[in-house]
């Protein structure tokens, strides 16, 4: 009986160490990491602007995405604010006010991830990172359920960058 799960173990471990071994030898972890998202060369394009991302390891390249979301929540935050107060109509007004609820939601995730990303928590960090996802989408889908209306576009830029920083740092996490 023990030689059955010794041989188990043994091809376990043997199979885990070639599949991170080819991982490591690829040598292109942000591609590795974007490939799973959505827009994978909108993901690549994000996180290769920091140069640090060429020689990161997959820790550091889920701070460095991690840090890189904080300006861009900040600066969508803030048009939302922008494009609430230069609004007369009442609908849009209305899909502001909520698109502005839900970024005051992703920036307060983020907070919490980095937070639970510091101490290796990382089943956290993929809920709140999933959290701030729905959160962005739902400010996108408000434009969606009143169709007359078309969501500004770099809102919806900036949204779609931010939703590729949130799958970037859940794949990293899972694979942490």
């Given at each position: 009986?023990?030689?059955?799960?010794?041989?188990?173990?043994?091809?376990?471990?043997?199979?885990?160490?070639?599949?991170?071994?080819?991982?490591?030898?690829?040598?292109?972890?942000?591609?590795?990491?974007?490939?799973?998202?959505?827009?994978?060369?909108?993901?690549?394009?994000?996180?290769?602007?920091?140069?640090?991302?060429?020689?990161?390891?997959?820790?550091?390249?889920?701070?460095?995405?991690?840090?890189?979301?904080?300006?861009?929540?900040?600066?969508?935050?803030?048009?939302?604010n922008s494009l609430l107060d230069k609004t007369t109509n009442a609908t849009l007004k209305e899909l502001y006010t909520l698109c502005s609820s839900f970024y005051t939601y992703v920036?307060?995730?983020?907070?919490?991830?980095?937070?639970?990303?510091?101490?290796?928590?990382?089943?956290?960090?993929?809920?709140?990172?999933?959290?701030?996802?729905?959160?962005?989408?739902?400010?996108?889908?408000?434009?969606?359920?009143?169709?007359?209306?078309?969501?500004?576009?770099?809102?919806?830029?900036?949204?779609?960058?931010?939703?590729?920083?949130?799958?970037?740092?859940?794949?990293?996490?899972?694979?942490?």
């Amino acid at each position: 009986m023990a030689t059955p799960l010794i041989l188990t173990s043994f091809f376990t471990y043997a199979l885990l160490s070639i599949l991170f071994t080819s991982t490591l030898v690829k040598g292109d972890l942000v591609t590795d990491v974007c490939i799973k998202t959505s827009v994978p060369s909108l993901c690549e394009k994000l996180l290769r602007s920091d140069p640090h991302s060429k020689t990161a390891d997959l820790e550091t390249l889920g701070t460095i995405a991690l840090n890189m979301t904080t300006d861009l929540i900040k600066s969508t935050s803030t048009m939302v604010n922008s494009l609430l107060d230069k609004t007369t109509n009442a609908t849009l007004k209305e899909l502001y006010t909520l698109c502005s609820s839900f970024y005051t939601y992703v920036e307060y995730s983020r907070e919490i991830a980095i937070g639970y990303y510091g101490v290796k928590k990382y089943g956290q960090v993929i809920y709140f990172m999933t959290e701030s996802i729905g959160d962005v989408r739902s400010c996108d889908y408000g434009f969606v359920h009143k169709s007359v209306y078309e969501e500004d576009e770099k809102l919806r830029q900036a949204s779609l960058s931010l939703q590729q920083y949130f799958t970037a740092i859940i794949v990293i996490a899972i694979r942490l």
